[in-house]
C-alpha cells in the first residue's frame, strides 16, 4: 500500500555482495524486465566505467542492468528531456525510469502537458541530496582530496561530510560546506533543493534508514509501486523486512537535516536579490551589463528545461517575436522564456549547466517559482492532477485590468 | 529500438567542443550536452548544437561527377579515378597544386601533402591558413620561434587582463568567450582592439580601442612606447629571455600615445589606460585573430603584439602569451601535418634537409627541395588543381578572377560534399565522407588534438577523404608508398616522421576527453597545454624583438570610393556557409547577407534597414540588404562572407602582404549605390 516501508536486498546473494546498499534496485529493475512489466529500463550508466561521464541507457537485456548499478555523483543526465524527446514520452514502449527528485518532477510536469505517458512508467525513484559537475568534481578530488579523479570508485554525501572511497579501498572526506564555500561541491540547484526524497515516484529508494545493514530502503508511493513490489517479493526477486522504528525516525531525521541544510542556501541564493529594488533587479538580469546581455542564443536553456515542450518554440526566430540573427538576443528572449516557464520550474538545473555563459538561469527562474508558489499554492512536479497557474487561469482573474491570456 | 549517446567533437571552428550525438537505431536524432568536456562543459553554441543536421542534407553529393558538355553526370568511381589519374600523370611539378582543407583529418591532409610531394614532385600544396596565419608564421617564428597558440584555453580564465585584438570572440570563438568571462567576472580587465563594435567590445571590453582600419601597428607602438615611459617593462625578464631591447626602445624613441592616437583615432589616454593596464598584470594574455592577420601589414601586426607580449613578460606561464587563434576545426592541424609550400610535416621546413628526412621516412627518392607557390598563385598559375575541402571562389580574394582562373585550368579536381561554388568549376567532383562519417584526428585551436569516430556511414558512395587518396596513388602507379587499410595506419606513420605526436595514439585520446596538446614526445608525456615555459622555440632559445613601422593599407577610401569595407562573421553561420546555410534554425536566425551601415552613412544615403543597395569596389560590384547600426563607425561598412549570392569576396583586394602572402580581405576602397 502507498505509505509502507520496507528494508529491501536481492535476493541474489552475489547481487547483495556486489551491490553498496544490498542490490535491491538492480533486482527490482531487472524484474521489471524480465516479468514483462517494463518493456525496457532507461537509466543513467558511466560510460566505460567513466564515473564522470554519464549518459542515458535504454536497456532490454536484463543482464545489462547490473552495470548500472551504484549511484554516481558526478553527473546529471537529462532523464526526463531522454524520454519526452527520443523515447516518444514512452507513447507505446512500457518503461521502467531510475530518477532522482528533479527527474521524477519533470517526468510529471511533462505528463500535464501530455508529452510523457506516466501511465507507461514505473518510476523508480532513487533519494538524492545533490550530485556535482563532472569538471568541477575532477578539479576537486585533485585540489582538495590530493587523488588523481579516475581512482575514485565511489562517493557519498553524508552527515555534511563528502566522502570518496578509492580504488585501494583507502577512504577520504572532506566538510561540504568548505567545499561549497569554495564553489567547489554540489551543484548550485542542488545544494537549495528541498526535496531528497522522490515521494512523486512509484517508490522512493535510498540509504536512509538503513543504518548499517546492507540493504535499501524503499518507500511505496504509489498503488503501482505497492503491486510492483508486492510482485517482487512474491517473485523472490527481493526479500524484504519491515524497518525498525528507530530507523524510520533516523530516516526523517536525516531529510530534515537536508531540507533545512537546503533552505539555507535558497535564502542565501536569493539574498543578493531580495535586497535589490526593481530597477536594480531589472539591470542585474536585462540591463545593457545584465546577465542576460552575455546570451549568445544557443536555446540550450530551452532544449534542456523539462517545462520547455513547444514543437514551434516560441522565441524562434520565425515566429516573429524575437529579431533573428542578434546577439545578445532582445530581452523578450530571455523574458519570454522566464515567463513561460517559471510557474512550474523544478529546479533541475539542467538550464544553467547548458549555458555557455554562465548565466545564473535557475537561480532566477527558480527563485521566481518560490515567489509564485506561494501566491498561487502551486509545487511543481508533485501531483500529476495538479494544473500549473499558466493554465487554470480564471474569468474573474481574466477579467481584472492588465491581465491579458495571449496565446 | 537502440538508443546511444555517443560522444564527439564539433566540426565548426577551433574551440573543439564536446557534444553526445543521440542516435536511435543508427540514425543522429539529436545533440546533446557532453557535461565532462573540459572545453565546453556540457555547453554549446547554436552552430554546434545543430551541427549533425547538414550530415543528412538531400543534396550531399553522393557520386562522382564528371563535366561533360558543359554539364555533370554521375559516374563510377572506377571511371573518375581513372581519368584523374589520367590527366594527373605527367604533369610538370610547377604546373600542378594541391589545396588541402582545414576541415578534413591530420591523416588526411598527411597524406595529401605526401601525394603532392611523393608522386607529383611539388611543394605546390597549401590550405586555407594563408588566408588566415599566413601572418603569423612570418611574425611569430622570428619572434618566438613557433606560430601556435601558447596557452591551453582553459587557461584563460586565470588571466588578469585580456586584450582581444581583431577577433570576434563571442560570435567567433564562444567557449573563448566563455574563459574571458570568468576572468572578467573575478575581476579581470579586458581590453578589445576592433575598428567595428562588436558584441566583443559591447559585452566583454572594459576598454575598446576602436582604431582605424589597419591602423594596429601604431596602436602597438603607442602602447609598447607608454609602458616604457611608464618603467613597466619586464626587466628580469627581458635581461633573462629576450634578445633584441635596445634596437625596439630605439625604434620607438619617436612613438607616443599621443602620435599613435593621430594615426589611429583612438584617444591618447586610451590608449595610455590599456597598455598600463597590460603591463602591470600578473597574467596578461593576448589573444588574436583574422582582424590582425588579414592585412597587407599582418605579419607586421603580429610582430608588434609579439613585442608587446615580450616587453611585458606575459608568456611562457599558463594564460598567458601572444595567442593565434586558428578558426578551423583542423586549422592547426592540416599545417602541421606539412600542407604548406615551405614546411614539410612537423614543420621541417623546405630544403635538401627536411627532403633527405622524408626521403628516408617515406622510402621515396627526389623529394622537391625548393618553395612552392603560396596560395593564390597555385590558383592563377598552376595547369591542374586537386583540391579537397575548401572554397576558394567564396573565400578568396577577388572571386571574379578566382573563377576566371579556375576556369582556365586544364584539369580541376574538387573534393568535397556539396557541390560548392568552387565546384562548379570543376571537371570531375569526387564526394567525401566527413566528421563522424569516418574516424581521424584534428588539431584544435590551442594544439589540443582530439579525436572523432565513426558515428554513422557516409551517404551514397561518398568515401573518406584519405580512402580516395590512396585509391588515386594506387591508380598512378603508388600503391606501396600509400597503402593504408585504415586510418589507424596513417597515423602510425605519422607518429614515426612528426616528432610533436609522437606519443599521441587512438588509445590515448580515447581515454581522455579534451585530448592531447602537442607537442607530445612519448607515450607517457601528458602532453603541453602552455608553449616556451623555459625557452623560446628560437635557435638561441631567445625571445626576439622586432621593431616595425605603421604602414596604411593598400587601398584606403578616395574619391570614387570613399568608405571602407571590411569583411568577417556572424556566430549564426560558418565561413562560406556550405555547411550551415542548410540547417533550419541557422537560416532562420540569419538567412541572408547583409552590409552593416552606420546610421550617418544611412541617413546621407537615404536608406533604412532593410533596403537593398549596391556595394562597388575596383574589383566588383555586389547587391545586398542594409543593416543600419552603430557597431560599425561612419565611413566604414562590414559584410560577412558566408553568402554566395551576395559574395563579400568579389569585393575584397587581392594585395597581399609581401612576407607572407596573406590577402587584404580586411581593409578595401567601397562605395555605395541606392
Not at chain 1, 538545473?349 to 545564473?360: F, H, L, S, T, V
Not at chain 2, 579586458?190 to 559591447?202: G, K, L
Not at chain 2, 605519422?494 to 581522455?512: D, H, M, N
Not at chain 2, 571602407?564 to 533550419?584: C, E, K, N, V
Amino acid at each position: 500500500m502507498k505509505g509502507d516501508t520496507y528494508w529491501a536486498w536481492s535476493s541474489d546473494p552475489a547481487a547483495v555482495d556486489r551491490g553498496e546498499c544490498g542490490g535491491a534496485v538492480t533486482s527490482l529493475l531487472k524484474f521489471a524486465l524480465e516479468s514483462g512489466q517494463a518493456d525496457a529500463v532507461l537509466t543513467v550508466k558511466a560510460r566505460d566505467g567513466n564515473r564522470y561521464d554519464g549518459i542515458p541507457v535504454l536497456i532490454t537485456d536484463p543482464e545489462e542492468v547490473a552495470a548500472t548499478a551504484g549511484a554516481l555523483h558526478c553527473v546529471s543526465a537529462n532523464i526526463a528531456r531522454c524520454l519526452k524527446e527520443f523515447l516518444d514520452g514512452a507513447s507505446d514502449l512500457k518503461i521502467a525510469v531510475t530518477c532522482k527528485p528533479c527527474d521524477a518532477k519533470a517526468i510529471i510536469e511533462l505528463a500535464k502537458r501530455t508529452q510523457i505517458n506516466l501511465d507507461n512508467l514505473l518510476l523508480i525513484g532513487l533519494n538524492c541530496t545533490g550530485t556535482m559537475r563532472p569538471v568541477t568534481a575532477q578539479r576537486m578530488m585533485e585540489e582538495e582530496f590530493g587523488v588523481d579523479p579516475l581512482d575514485v570508485v565511489s562517493e557519498d554525501i553524508e552527515d555534511g561530510k563528502l566522502k570518496i572511497r578509492l580504488g585501494d579501498g583507502t577512504e577520504k572526506e572532506r566538510d561540504l560546506a568548505e567545499l561549497e564555500a569554495k564553489e567547489l561541491g554540489r551543484r548550485e540547484n542542488c545544494r537549495r533543493c528541498d526535496l531528497n526524497i522522490p515521494t512523486m515516484a512509484d517508490i522512493a529508494c535510498g540509504k536512509w534508514g538503513a543504518e548499517d545493514r546492507k540493504a535499501t530502503f524503499v518507500e511505496v508511493c504509489s498503488e503501482r509501486g505497492s503491486e510492483f513490489i508486492d510482485r517482487a517479493v512474491e517473485g523472490e526477486q527481493i526479500k524484504v523486512e519491515q524497518p525498525s522504528a528507530e530507523a524510520q525516525e533516523s530516516r526523517r531525521a536525516k531529510d530534515r537535516a537536508a531540507t533545512e541544510l537546503a533552505r539555507q542556501w535558497q535564502e542565501k541564493d536569493f539574498a543578493q536579490f531580495h535586497g535589490m529594488d526593481i530597477e536594480e533587479r531589472f539591470a542585474y538580469w536585462f540591463g545593457p551589463s545584465g546577465q542576460f546581455s552575455q546570451c549568445i542564443k544557443c536555446f540550450g536553456c530551452r532544449d534542456a528545461c523539462p517545462i520547455c515542450y513547444c514543437k514551434d518554440c516560441y522565441l524562434e526566430a520565425d515566429r516573429g517575436r524575437v529579431p533573428g540573427g542578434e546577439i545578445p538576443p532582445d530581452v523578450m528572449f530571455p523574458m519570454i522564456r522566464t515567463a513561460h516557464v517559471m510557474d512550474s520550474c523544478v529546479n533541475c538545473g539542467q538550464c544553467q549547466d547548458a549555458c555557455p555563459m554562465e548565466i545564473p538561469l535557475a537561480r532566477l527562474i527558480f527563485m521566481l517559482n518560490r515567489e509564485l508558489a506561494q501566491i498561487f499554492k502551486y509545487e511543481p512536479g508533485m501531483d500529476v492532477n495538479a494544473r500549473p497557474p499558466l493554465r487554470t487561469v480564471t474569468d474573474k482573474e481574466l477579467s481584472l485590468s492588465g491581465v491579458e491570456l495571449v496565446l | 529500438m537502440n538508443l546511444q549517446y555517443v560522444p564527439t567533437i564539433c566540426p565548426y571552428c577551433g574551440c573543439g567542443c564536446g557534444m553526445y550525438l543521440v542516435l536511435k537505431d543508427g540514425r543522429i536524432v539529436g545533440a546533446e550536452p557532453w557535461k565532462e568536456h573540459p572545453v565546453n562543459e556540457g555547453t554549446n553554441c547554436p552552430k554546434g548544437k545543430n551541427a549533425y543536421k547538414f550530415l543528412y542534407s538531400e543534396d550531399r553529393l553522393q557520386k562522382p561527377l564528371i563535366r561533360e558538355n558543359g554539364t555533370f553526370r554521375e559516374a563510377s568511381w572506377e571511371e573518375a579515378l581513372s581519368l584523374v589519374a589520367e590527366k594527373l600523370t605527367g604533369v610538370p611539378p610547377e604546373s600542378f597544386g594541391a589545396l588541402a582543407s582545414g576541415k578534413t583529418t591530420n591523416e588526411e591532409g598527411y597524406l595529401l601533402q605526401k601525394f603532392a610531394r611523393v608522386i607529383m614532385g611539388t611543394n605546390n600544396v597549401e590550405y586555407c591558413a594563408r588566408f588566415c596565419h599566413s601572418a603569423t608564421v612570418a611574425g611569430l617564428l622570428p619572434t618566438v620561434g613557433s606560430g601556435v597558440m601558447e596557452t591551453s584555453q582553459v587557461d584563460i580564465e586565470q588571466a588578469d587582463c585580456i586584450v582581444i585584438a581583431g577577433v570576434n570572440i563571442k560570435e567567433t570563438f564562444p567557449m573563448i568567450a566563455r574563459r574571458v568571462l570568468r576572468a572578467r567576472r573575478k575581476g579581470a580587465t579586458v581590453i578589445v582592439i576592433d575598428p567595428r563594435r562588436t558584441t566583443t567590445a559591447s559585452y566583454l571590453a572594459d576598454i575598446h580601442l576602436q582604431l582605424q582600419a589597419g591602423t594596429d601597428v601604431a596602436l602597438i607602438n603607442g602602447m609598447m612606447s607608454a609602458i616604457l615611459a611608464e618603467g613597466l617593462e619586464n626587466k628580469e625578464f627581458i635581461e633573462k629571455r629576450t634578445a633584441g631591447f635596445d634596437e625596439l626602445r630605439a625604434a620607438l624613441s619617436a612613438a607616443s600615445p599621443e602620435q599613435a592616437a593621430e594615426i589611429t583615432g583612438v584617444a591618447a589616454e586610451k590608449i595610455r589606460e590599456a597598455a598600463i593596464a597590460y603591463a602591470k598584470a600578473e597574467k596578461g594574455c593576448i589573444l588574436y585573430d583574422e582582424g590582425i592577420t588579414q592585412h597587407t601589414t599582418g605579419s607586421d601586426n603580429v610582430t608588434a603584439l609579439a613585442d608587446l607580449a615580450l616587453l611585458t613578460g606575459h608568456i611562457g606561464k599558463p594564460g598567458t602569451g601572444v595567442n593565434p587563434m586558428r578558426g578551423q576545426i583542423n586549422g592547426e592541424g592540416t599545417g602541421d601535418m606539412g600542407c604548406l609550400n615551405v614546411f614539410y610535416p612537423g614543420f621541417k621546413r623546405v630544403g635538401p634537409e627536411s627532403a633527405e628526412f622524408f626521403q628516408n621516412a617515406w622510402g621515396v627518392e627526389h623529394l622537391p627541395t625548393e618553395p612552392g607557390f603560396t596560395y593564390m598563385d597555385i590558383i592563377n598559375k598552376c595547369r591542374v588543381i586537386y583540391l579537397v575541402g575548401t572554397n576558394p571562389v567564396m573565400a578568396a580574394p577577388d572571386s571574379t578572377n578566382v573563377k576566371r582562373a579556375l576556369d582556365n585550368l586544364d584539369f580541376f579536381v574538387v573534393q568535397d560534399i556539396f557541390l560548392t561554388e568552387t565546384a562548379e568549376h570543376a571537371d570531375v567532383v569526387l564526394p567525401s565522407a566527413c566528421w563522424v562519417e569516418r574516424e581521424g584526428i584534428h588539431a584544435w585551436v590551442d594544439r589540443r588534438v582530439q579525436k572523432v569516430n565513426k558515428v554513422i556511414d557516409p551517404p551514397g558512395e561518398a568515401m573518406p577523404d584519405w580512402w580516395i587518396i590512396c585509391r588515386l596513388a594506387e591508380k598512378m602507379g603508388y600503391k606501396e608508398k600509400f597503402n593504408y587499410a585504415s586510418a589507424a595506419e596513417i597515423l602510425e606513420e605519422i607518429r614515426s616522421c612528426v616528432p610533436q605526436y609522437k606519443g599521441i595514439t587512438y588509445e590515448r585520446l580515447e581515454k581522455k576527453a579534451g585530448g592531447i596538446h602537442w607537442p607530445c614526445p612519448s607515450e607517457d608525456h601528458p602532453g603541453t597545454p602552455t608553449m616556451f615555459v623555459q625557452a623560446f622555440g628560437t635557435p638561441d632559445k631567445l625571445g626576439h624583438f622586432q621593431a616595425v613601422e605603421y604602414k596604411p593599407p593598400a587601398e584606403l577610401p578616395d574619391a570614387d570610393y570613399p568608405d571602407i569595407l571590411t569583411t568577417g562573421r556572424s556566430l549564426f553561420h560558418y565561413h562560406t556557409g556550405t555547411m550551415t546555410r542548410r540547417i533550419d534554425t541557422l537560416n532562420s536566425e540569419v538567412p541572408e547577407a547583409y552590409v552593416e551601415i552606420n546610421p550617418e552613412d544611412a541617413l546621407r544615403l537615404g536608406i533604412k534597414s532593410g533596403r537593398r543597395i549596391t556595394l562597388e569596389t575596383r574589383r566588383g560590384r555586389i547587391e545586398v540588404t542594409a543593416k543600419v547600426t552603430e557597431r560599425v563607425s561612419q565611413g566604414s561598412i562590414f559584410v560577412p562572407f558566408h553568402f554566395s549570392e551576395s559574395c563579400a569576396n568579389i569585393l575584397t583586394n587581392p594585395a597581399l602582404d609581401p612576407k607572407c602572402k596573406m590577402p587584404e580581405f580586411k581593409v578595401c576602397a567601397v562605395k555605395e549605390e541606392v
